[in-house]
């Protein structure tokens, strides 16, 4: 089994680049896994920035195929921001080609407290304990350890997109914004929810938004958090799906959305 930790290093290749290599243990149906690039360029970002700020929203482009055993330059620059916000900039290139693999926005923030609120809660779930273990398709699959609550195999097809589950890392990870980034991904297409079942897919585009706090990162530690999905819509290939991250506890920890191309 690969570790996430191993997967996403970095190597310094001059200002503002870095190289990563794509481990194949995090190879998903066709090429790297799309949250394994989501993270690397999480990674890239952090050891980039000012280490008082924290990730608060990341929106990744997958623009080719990151070929597993290959190795990626990544660009990574800052395009501005404040005493307490910066915005950056990250693209995947592979490093034989100079070939544009994906491009990332990130925005980071020095968080404070403040007055809160939360517009939805948490849906009632079983212990992730009572639920059989499974694992997704390809290498990446055995990284994590899911267990389903609903939106099974069995659900395939039958035109309802919403679905939950629990999921940690197969390794016993820390839970920590990377992973977020990395689990934000781990959804079985919606278009496997109406029509045919299984199809080609693949995600255009996504986006994610960090709402967790150190402390509440540090709760979850090595546990599992549950992952809520909806898709929105369906039509003349592209499928939109809507999501929350949720610890055990009831916080709120990540919102993501995204875009997938499907036939």
């Known amino acids: 089994m690969g570790s996430l930790d191993d997967a996403v290093r970095l190597e310094a290749a001059g200002p503002g680049v870095w190289t990563s290599y794509a481990d194949p243990d995090h190879e998903s149906i066709n090429g790297m896994f799309g949250g394994w690039t989501a993270a690397v360029s999480v990674a890239a970002v952090i050891a980039s920035a000012d280490e008082a700020l924290r990730p608060s929203a990341l929106t990744i482009s997958y ?17 501005g921001g ?14 034989d080609t100079g070939e544009l693999q994906a491009t990332a926005s990130m925005v980071l923030t020095a968080r404070r407290p403040t007055e809160a609120h939360d517009q939805w809660s948490m849906p009632r779930a079983a212990a992730p304990n009572a639920l059989p273990e499974f694992h997704a398709p ?28 629990w999921i940690r890392m197969a390794s016993g ?16 297409p919606r278009s496997f929810y109406w029509g045919v079942g299984r199809r080609p897919s693949a995600t255009l585009t996504m986006t994610v938004y960090f709402h967790a706090t150190d402390d509440e990162l540090a709760e979850v530690g090595t546990g599992y958090i549950l ?7 369906g039509s003349h290939a592209t499928s939109g799906q809507q999501a929350r991250m949720w ?3 009831g916080a709120l920890l990540a919102t993501t959305e995204q875009l997938a191309w499907y036939r």
């Open 227 to 233: 992952n809520e999905a909806t898709g929105t819509r």
């Open 247 to 249: 610890s055990p506890t």
């Open 138 to 165: 390809g290498t990446q699959g055995q990284q994590t350890d899911i267990r389903r609550l609903s939106g099974d195999d069995d659900g395939f097809g039958s035109g309802d997109t919403r679905t939950t589950h």
């Open 82 to 95: 404040s005493r307490s916000i910066d915005h950056w900039r990250a693209d995947l290139r592979a490093s």
């Open 173 to 188: 990870r820390q839970l920590d914004h990377l992973q977020l980034a990395y689990l934000a991904d781990q959804f079985a």
């Open 63 to 79: 623009l080719s195929v990151v070929t597993p055993q290959t190795t990626s330059a990544i660009h990574v620059e800052r395009l």
